[in-house]
Protein backbone atom coordinates (compact mmCIF):
# COMPACT_ATOMS: atom_id res chain seq x y z
CA UNK A 1 0.00 0.00 0.00
CA UNK A 2 1.56 3.72 -1.20
CA UNK A 3 1.54 6.58 0.68
CA UNK A 4 -1.03 9.08 -1.01
CA UNK A 5 0.81 12.52 -1.29
CA UNK A 6 -1.93 13.89 0.38
CA UNK A 7 -1.44 12.25 3.35
CA UNK A 8 1.63 13.69 3.74
CA UNK A 9 0.54 17.58 3.58
CA UNK A 10 -0.41 17.09 7.76
CA UNK A 11 3.40 16.17 8.15
CA UNK A 12 4.65 19.03 5.79
CA UNK A 13 1.82 21.52 7.87
CA UNK A 14 2.51 19.99 11.32
CA UNK A 15 6.16 19.95 11.13
CA UNK A 16 6.24 23.56 9.98
CA UNK A 17 4.68 24.75 13.04
CA UNK A 18 6.92 22.79 14.94
CA UNK A 19 9.59 25.71 13.26
CA UNK A 20 11.47 21.95 10.73
CA UNK A 21 10.86 22.67 7.26
CA UNK A 22 10.84 19.77 4.92
CA UNK A 23 11.69 19.80 1.65
CA UNK A 24 10.32 17.23 -1.25
CA UNK A 25 13.30 15.36 -0.77
CA UNK A 26 12.53 14.68 3.03
CA UNK A 27 8.68 14.67 1.90
CA UNK A 28 9.38 11.79 -0.48
CA UNK A 29 12.00 9.62 2.44
CA UNK A 30 8.92 10.12 4.58
CA UNK A 31 6.50 8.18 1.77
CA UNK A 32 9.60 5.49 0.49
CA UNK A 33 9.66 4.70 4.94
CA UNK A 34 5.59 4.86 5.09
CA UNK A 35 5.76 1.79 2.06
CA UNK A 36 8.98 -0.11 3.58
CA UNK A 37 7.33 0.29 7.04
CA UNK A 38 4.30 -1.38 5.92
CA UNK A 39 5.52 -3.66 3.60
CA UNK A 40 7.76 -5.34 6.70
CA UNK A 41 4.68 -4.93 8.94
CA UNK A 42 3.20 -7.96 7.13
CA UNK A 43 5.56 -10.43 7.77
CA UNK A 44 7.00 -8.87 10.94
CA UNK A 45 5.38 -7.15 13.81
CA UNK A 46 6.47 -3.35 13.94
CA UNK A 47 3.51 -1.05 14.27
CA UNK A 48 -0.12 -1.69 15.07
CA UNK A 49 -0.98 1.09 12.89
CA UNK A 50 -1.58 0.19 9.14
CA UNK A 51 -3.42 3.08 7.66
CA UNK A 52 -0.62 5.09 5.93
CA UNK A 53 -2.46 8.48 6.71
CA UNK A 54 -2.09 7.32 10.35
CA UNK A 55 1.50 6.54 10.27
CA UNK A 56 2.10 9.71 8.64
CA UNK A 57 0.70 11.49 11.95
CA UNK A 58 0.96 9.32 14.64
CA UNK A 59 4.53 8.11 13.98
CA UNK A 60 6.33 10.97 11.73
CA UNK A 61 4.55 13.62 13.14
CA UNK A 62 4.24 12.78 16.33
CA UNK A 63 8.33 11.53 16.33
CA UNK A 64 9.19 15.02 15.29
CA UNK A 65 7.75 16.86 18.36
CA UNK A 66 10.78 15.46 19.84
CA UNK A 67 12.29 19.10 18.45
CA UNK A 68 10.18 20.68 20.35
CA UNK A 69 12.71 20.27 23.67
CA UNK A 70 15.25 22.21 21.51
CA UNK A 71 15.73 25.83 20.92
CA UNK A 72 16.21 26.53 17.02
CA UNK A 73 19.96 27.55 17.43
CA UNK A 74 20.14 23.71 19.06
CA UNK A 75 18.53 22.29 16.62
CA UNK A 76 21.38 23.52 14.02
CA UNK A 77 24.27 21.52 15.17
CA UNK A 78 25.83 18.88 14.36
CA UNK A 79 23.75 16.61 17.12
CA UNK A 80 24.92 13.62 18.37
CA UNK A 81 21.40 11.56 19.01
CA UNK A 82 20.65 8.76 20.99
CA UNK A 83 16.69 6.97 20.22
CA UNK A 84 16.89 4.26 22.96
CA UNK A 85 13.74 0.95 22.46
CA UNK A 86 14.06 2.63 18.93
CA UNK A 87 11.53 -0.65 17.61
CA UNK A 88 10.95 0.38 14.27
CA UNK A 89 13.00 3.46 14.38
CA UNK A 90 10.98 6.08 16.08
CA UNK A 91 11.55 8.78 17.23
CA UNK A 92 14.91 8.56 15.45
CA UNK A 93 14.67 7.54 11.73
CA UNK A 94 11.99 10.51 11.32
CA UNK A 95 14.47 12.98 13.39
CA UNK A 96 17.35 11.81 10.96
CA UNK A 97 15.53 12.55 8.07
CA UNK A 98 14.54 16.28 9.00
CA UNK A 99 17.75 16.89 10.46
CA UNK A 100 20.38 15.87 7.74
CA UNK A 101 23.15 17.43 10.14
CA UNK A 102 22.40 15.19 13.08
CA UNK A 103 23.97 12.00 13.62
CA UNK A 104 21.43 9.65 15.06
CA UNK A 105 22.21 5.67 16.40
CA UNK A 106 19.39 3.69 16.89
CA UNK A 107 19.27 1.14 19.91
CA UNK A 108 17.18 -1.73 19.75
CA UNK A 109 17.21 -4.95 21.66
CA UNK A 110 14.68 -7.17 19.38
CA UNK A 111 17.22 -8.19 16.38
CA UNK A 112 14.33 -8.55 13.87
CA UNK A 113 13.07 -4.64 14.50
CA UNK A 114 17.03 -3.85 13.96
CA UNK A 115 16.83 -5.28 10.80
CA UNK A 116 14.02 -3.32 9.50
CA UNK A 117 16.03 -0.24 10.54
CA UNK A 118 19.02 -1.23 8.71
CA UNK A 119 17.16 -1.67 5.85
CA UNK A 120 14.72 2.07 6.09
CA UNK A 121 18.55 3.52 6.61
CA UNK A 122 19.59 1.25 3.47
CA UNK A 123 16.53 2.25 1.02
CA UNK A 124 16.46 5.51 2.19
CA UNK A 125 20.39 6.22 1.92
CA UNK A 126 20.20 7.48 5.33
CA UNK A 127 23.91 8.34 5.42
CA UNK A 128 23.61 10.25 8.94
CA UNK A 129 21.94 7.24 10.62
CA UNK A 130 22.87 3.73 12.37
CA UNK A 131 21.54 0.60 13.85
CA UNK A 132 22.85 -0.87 16.59
CA UNK A 133 20.87 -4.27 18.44
CA UNK A 134 21.70 -4.55 21.88
CA UNK A 135 20.40 -3.67 25.81
CA UNK A 136 20.73 0.15 27.19
CA UNK A 137 21.49 -0.70 30.50
CA UNK A 138 24.41 -3.23 28.52
CA UNK A 139 25.38 -0.59 26.45
CA UNK A 140 25.85 2.24 28.49
CA UNK A 141 28.75 0.14 30.48
CA UNK A 142 30.79 1.00 27.22
CA UNK A 143 32.87 3.34 26.98
CA UNK A 144 32.18 4.75 23.47
CA UNK A 145 28.55 5.32 24.39
CA UNK A 146 28.70 6.41 27.98
CA UNK A 147 28.21 10.24 28.57
CA UNK A 148 28.95 10.82 24.57
CA UNK A 149 25.60 11.78 23.55
CA UNK A 150 23.88 15.33 23.09
CA UNK A 151 20.45 14.27 22.76
CA UNK A 152 18.88 10.36 24.07
CA UNK A 153 14.86 10.07 22.68
CA UNK A 154 12.88 7.47 24.20
CA UNK A 155 9.12 6.83 22.93
CA UNK A 156 6.53 4.39 24.79
CA UNK A 157 9.80 2.44 26.58
CA UNK A 158 9.28 2.71 29.94
CA UNK A 159 7.66 4.93 32.52
CA UNK A 160 9.81 7.97 33.43
CA UNK A 161 12.29 6.69 35.98
CA UNK A 162 13.47 3.55 34.02
CA UNK A 163 13.53 5.33 31.32
CA UNK A 164 15.72 8.24 32.88
CA UNK A 165 17.83 5.50 33.98
CA UNK A 166 18.05 3.49 30.36
CA UNK A 167 18.80 6.96 28.77
CA UNK A 168 20.63 9.40 31.59
CA UNK A 169 24.15 7.03 31.43
CA UNK A 170 24.38 8.18 27.59
CA UNK A 171 24.16 11.82 28.21
CA UNK A 172 27.27 13.99 28.14
CA UNK A 173 26.97 16.87 30.60
CA UNK A 174 24.16 19.61 29.58
CA UNK A 175 22.92 16.90 27.35
CA UNK A 176 19.09 16.22 27.50
CA UNK A 177 16.82 13.22 27.38
CA UNK A 178 13.42 14.00 25.63
CA UNK A 179 10.82 11.58 26.48
CA UNK A 180 7.50 12.68 24.38
CA UNK A 181 4.85 11.33 26.58
CA UNK A 182 0.86 10.78 26.42
CA UNK A 183 -1.90 10.91 29.24
CA UNK A 184 -2.40 11.27 32.85
CA UNK A 185 1.73 11.66 34.30
CA UNK A 186 1.21 13.49 37.09
CA UNK A 187 2.85 10.54 39.71
CA UNK A 188 4.75 9.61 36.84
CA UNK A 189 6.50 13.23 36.84
CA UNK A 190 6.91 13.59 40.61
CA UNK A 191 8.88 9.84 40.53
CA UNK A 192 11.01 10.93 37.80
CA UNK A 193 12.23 14.31 39.44
CA UNK A 194 13.14 12.07 42.05
CA UNK A 195 15.09 9.94 39.56
CA UNK A 196 16.58 12.64 37.73
CA UNK A 197 18.56 13.57 40.57
CA UNK A 198 19.69 10.68 41.61
CA UNK A 199 20.96 10.38 37.84
CA UNK A 200 23.08 13.61 38.21
CA UNK A 201 19.96 15.85 36.26
CA UNK A 202 17.30 17.79 36.63
CA UNK A 203 13.84 17.70 34.99
CA UNK A 204 12.59 20.58 33.17
CA UNK A 205 8.98 21.62 32.86
CA UNK A 206 6.72 19.57 30.39
CA UNK A 207 6.09 21.18 27.05
CA UNK A 208 2.57 20.62 25.96
CA UNK A 209 2.24 19.49 21.97
CA UNK A 210 -0.52 21.14 20.14
CA UNK A 211 -0.55 20.14 16.97
CA UNK A 212 -4.37 19.68 15.66
CA UNK A 213 -3.58 16.06 13.86
CA UNK A 214 -2.27 14.58 17.37
CA UNK A 215 -4.77 15.71 19.89
CA UNK A 216 -4.23 17.40 22.88
CA UNK A 217 -3.34 14.66 25.42
CA UNK A 218 0.37 14.84 24.57
CA UNK A 219 3.86 16.45 26.45
CA UNK A 220 7.74 16.33 25.77
CA UNK A 221 9.03 15.81 29.44
CA UNK A 222 12.67 16.32 29.43
CA UNK A 223 15.79 16.15 31.45
CA UNK A 224 19.27 17.93 31.80
CA UNK A 225 22.25 16.05 32.31
CA UNK A 226 23.82 18.64 35.14
CA UNK A 227 26.71 16.19 36.45
CA UNK A 228 28.38 13.07 34.98
CA UNK A 229 25.76 9.85 35.82
CA UNK A 230 26.60 7.94 39.41
CA UNK A 231 28.94 5.10 37.70
CA UNK A 232 26.29 2.81 39.38
CA UNK A 233 23.17 3.73 36.89
CA UNK A 234 22.15 1.59 35.46
CA UNK A 235 21.82 -1.07 37.31
CA UNK A 236 21.57 -4.64 36.31
CA UNK A 237 19.06 -7.74 35.97
CA UNK A 238 16.16 -5.58 34.94
CA UNK A 239 16.52 -3.52 38.35
CA UNK A 240 15.11 -0.09 36.80
CA UNK A 241 11.65 -1.72 35.51
CA UNK A 242 11.39 -4.12 39.01
CA UNK A 243 12.81 -1.06 41.66
CA UNK A 244 12.40 2.60 39.71
CA UNK A 245 14.18 4.80 41.27
CA UNK A 246 12.40 7.63 42.90
CA UNK A 247 8.92 5.78 43.47
CA UNK A 248 7.49 6.48 46.94
CA UNK A 249 8.04 3.48 49.64
CA UNK A 250 11.06 2.16 47.69
CA UNK A 251 14.96 2.71 49.70
CA UNK A 252 16.39 3.85 46.42
CA UNK A 253 13.99 6.92 46.40
N1 LIG B 1 10.19 3.74 20.40
C1 LIG B 1 9.40 2.96 19.48
C2 LIG B 1 8.10 3.65 19.18
O1 LIG B 1 7.75 4.58 19.90
O2 LIG B 1 7.42 3.24 18.22
C3 LIG B 1 9.17 1.54 20.00
C4 LIG B 1 8.35 1.47 21.24
S1 LIG B 1 8.13 -0.20 21.79
C5 LIG B 1 6.69 -0.07 22.74
C6 LIG B 1 9.44 -0.35 22.99
C7 LIG B 1 10.71 -0.88 22.37
O3 LIG B 1 11.78 -0.70 23.29
C8 LIG B 1 10.65 -2.35 22.02
O4 LIG B 1 10.99 -2.51 20.67
C9 LIG B 1 11.67 -3.00 22.96
O5 LIG B 1 12.35 -4.09 22.35
C10 LIG B 1 12.62 -1.84 23.22
N2 LIG B 1 13.31 -1.90 24.52
C11 LIG B 1 12.73 -2.03 25.74
N3 LIG B 1 13.66 -2.01 26.71
C12 LIG B 1 14.85 -1.87 26.10
C13 LIG B 1 16.20 -1.78 26.58
N4 LIG B 1 16.45 -1.85 27.87
N5 LIG B 1 17.20 -1.61 25.67
C14 LIG B 1 16.90 -1.55 24.34
N6 LIG B 1 15.67 -1.62 23.83
C15 LIG B 1 14.64 -1.78 24.70
Known amino acids: ?????????????????????LDDAQLARFAALCDLLLDWNTRVNLTAITDPAEVVTRHFLDSLTCALALTPDER????????????????????????PRWKVTLLEATGKKTRFQEAAIMTLKLTNARALNGRAEELARAPEHRGRYDVVTARAVAALPALLEYCLPFVRQGGVVIAPKKGELADEIIAGERAARLLGARLLDPIPVT???????????????????????????????????????????
Open 1 to 21: MSVNPEALEPLRLGAASLGVT
Open 76 to 99: LHPIALLDVGSGAGFPGLPLAIAF
Open 211 to 253: LPPLGDDRVILAARAERPCPAQYPRAGGAPLKRPLGVEGRKDK
